[in-house]
């Protein structure tokens, strides 16, 4: 599994540039990038996953709301 990429594509995806959600893609790319297994960077990409979920979770709900 390249877990280097998928971090990078979820990354990419973000369409939320709030300070808050900035700071927490922040801290887990550091972690990710001083990660030392596999295991730890994949721990790290299934946050980022939730993380992204969340934005776009947000994003539709304002949709819905316009």
Not at 26 to 39: F, I, V
């Amino acid at each position: 599994m390249d877990t280097t990429n998928t971090l990078n594509a979820e990354m990419a995806s973000s369409t939320d540039s709030s300070p808050e959600v900035n700071e927490d893609v922040r801290r887990l790319h550091e972690r990710y990038q001083s990660a030392t297994t596999d295991e730890e960077r994949h721990e790290i990409v299934l946050e980022m996953g939730k993380l992204d979920g969340r934005r776009h979770d947000d994003i539709y709900a304002a949709l819905e709301n316009e």
